[in-house]
């Protein structure tokens, strides 16, 4: 068994087990405080060190699946401590666990086949969404290398672990490095003081067996390091070519994992990527691989060498949660208060505007009801209908109530009220990405030269949103209009490389073009400034259940197989009827 030094011997970096033995010491054991309701909805909140959770699952569900997150945050924060950007302020994530997949639907945005998950970031907030499948079990340590792999919570860490990456860290390519470490992580395990890491995701174990079965490949390494994950079609059309994808870029990301001699290389190949130098060169020149040669070098280390191991990790904390149920009649209201905050198209937006007059009013004693209906009534309606209930709310220290406050009165275009009720929320919640971007936009709204608190405002706004583009594209502009060009570029270059969101990422690229050749007046700036991106604009990274695909894929296969058959049995039958028959047909 490894001992707690493995944290330094896994990652080649003795700061990074210094940075494990700084932080403040977990709790020994889940800490848990519940706070009943009368006549209850179906959802409840939880809240823990670093999630807030809506649910309607049950407590004991949600507790497992916190225990579980919260080690796996802690272990996420070890293994990218080199990369990490965290500021200490950033907000709770707001993640919702559901249980039946179909309440995705709620949140009306279009969906991909097969999706079981979704990370939602954009100017209105960051959410999570996740769906309960199966039972999650406390593992003991002896437990860990014969439990059962767990589809549920393989989806679950396999996007926090994706969107951990983007939300604090400013690594957005390579996709093969993005996503191999979501699978790295989508099939680690903990007890209360040990890891098992290093296994094979289920589905990529079944995709890896369907192909050593002589099945054609859809991708080589060329495709995986130039991110060509939608080029191709396979079995299972472009959700094949994805999971072929996942798969190749697990294998790559457990071995550049597997040794110190291959890890002590990464952090130069992230920085040359970084730098734009074209992916399969830097992989090249990182470890003296041919880019050629690569799949036949990993074939060997799958075939050979990948291992499971099973660590000791003394200090993995505990979740410390705080249990609070809700009111019947806010439950329906859960769902709608998210997809609000998704950043809806206008047709969707106006829908649920609809949907809440309707509902809030059967609840006008309901504060969630009349909150969410007052949010409906800022972004898709008139915000003069939201002031009544606002002026309410605010005669409480309430930095929700300030910031829809703050939102209704720059809709309203009165600048000053705005600016008192936005500079309120973010006295009472300064890790408010929303509020301060808010704020950003009340500056630039009066007119004026933006001043130095217009312009903090959007640093702000992207500090504790690292992963919203949004935030990033004003961040840029406002560290370019004072002559910053080194933050500007590095905001500039996050858009730029993330190929995820494709439109900031030409407009990303267009700007950075213009700082490099020089001469950018502020002028300039400040109209691009002024220019608002798409209330609709959003980045979302979408879970796909694996296991589904897989089914297509075999499914798609089979069917390959039996047209085969039949085409060769019409070119070489068995008998003259045949060879007639498949000459002139049935008659």
Avoid at 102 to 125: E, F, H, K, M, R
Avoid at 323 to 347: I, M
């Amino acid at each position: 068994m490894m001992k707690p030094w493995y944290i330094a011997l896994l990652l080649g970096s003795a700061s990074l087990a210094v940075q494990a033995q700084q932080q403040a010491p977990a709790p020994a054991s889940a800490s848990v405080v519940v706070a009943g309701q009368r006549n209850a909805s179906e959802w409840f909140r939880v809240e823990s060190q670093h999630f807030i959770v809506y649910s309607d699952t049950s407590n004991d569900d949600v507790a497992l699946l916190l225990n579980q997150l919260e080690k796996l945050d802690h272990m996420l924060r070890i293994y990218t401590q080199p990369y990490l950007k965290t500021t200490g302020t950033e907000p709770k994530l707001t993640f919702y666990y559901h249980g039946r997949a179909t309440d995705l639907n709620a949140l009306a945005v279009s969906q991909p086949p097969y999706a079981i998950g979704l990370y939602n970031s954009c100017s209105a907030g960051v959410q999570g969404f996740g769906v309960h499948l199966a039972k999650l079990e406390r593992l003991t340590n002896a437990d860990l290398p014969k439990a059962l792999p767990n589809e549920s919570l393989a989806y679950l860490f396999e996007a926090y672990t994706r969107h951990f990456i983007y939300r604090y860290t400013d690594i957005r390519s390579p996709t093969s490095f993005i996503d191999g470490m979501a699978q790295y992580f989508a099939s680690v395990r903990f007890s209360d003081a040990q890891m098992l890491l290093g296994r094979m995701p289920i589905n990529i174990a079944r995709y890896y067996t369907f192909l050593d079965k002589g099945r054609m490949y859809s991708l080589d390494y060329t495709d995986v390091l130039q991110q060509n994950d939608n080029r191709t079609s396979g079995y299972g059309s472009k959700a094949g070519v994805k999971l072929e994808f996942a798969a190749r870029s697990w294998l790559l990301t457990h071995y550049i994992l597997s040794s110190e001699e291959n890890r002590k290389h990464l952090p130069g190949y992230l920085a040359a990527v970084y730098r734009g130098e074209p992916i399969p060169q830097a992989f090249e020149q990182t470890w003296g691989i041919k880019v050629a040669d690569l799949g036949t070098t990993l074939w060997r280390y799958r075939r050979q060498a990948v291992k499971v191991m099973q660590v000791d990790v003394p200090d993995l904390p505990a979740a410390v949660m705080e249990f609070k149920s809700l009111p019947q009649s806010s439950g329906e209201f859960v769902l709608a208060e998210a997809a609000l905050k998704s950043c809806p198209a206008r047709k969707a937006g106006e829908g649920l505007l609809r949907q809440l007059r309707e509902s809030a009013a059967r609840y006008p004693a309901n504060e969630y009801a009349q909150r969410t209906l007052s949010r409906a009534q800022i972004d898709w309606g008139n915000p003069q209908d939201a002031l009544p209930y606002l002026a309410k709310a605010t005669q409480q220290p309430d930095a929700e109530a300030f910031y829809l406050l703050g939102l209704a009165n720059l809709k309203l275009s009165k600048l000053d009220a705005a600016r008192a009720a936005l500079n309120r929320s973010l006295a009472l919640q300064p890790s408010s990405a929303e509020a301060a971007y808010a704020l950003h936009l009340t500056g630039l709204q009066s007119g004026a030269v933006p001043d130095d608190a217009t312009l903090q405002a959007a640093v702000t706004a992207w500090d504790n949103g690292h992963e919203v583009n949004t935030l990033a594209r004003s961040a840029a502009l406002a560290y370019a209009y004072v002559g910053d060009a080194a933050h500007a570029r590095n905001a500039l270059k996050l858009m730029a490389h993330n190929i995820r969101e494709p439109d900031l990422q030409t407009w990303a690229q267009t700007w950075l073009d213009k700082l490099a050749k020089g001469g950018v007046t502020q002028d300039e700036v400040l109209a691009e400034m002024r220019i608002l991106p798409a209330a609709d604009q959003a980045f979302r990274e979408w879970t796909i259940a694996n296991a589904d695909v897989m089914k297509e894929v075999e499914y798609n296969a089979g069917l390959q197989d039996a047209r085969g058959h039949l085409d060769q049995l019409s070119i070489n039958p068995s008998s003259p009827d045949k060879a007639l028959q498949s000459t002139y047909g049935n008659r």
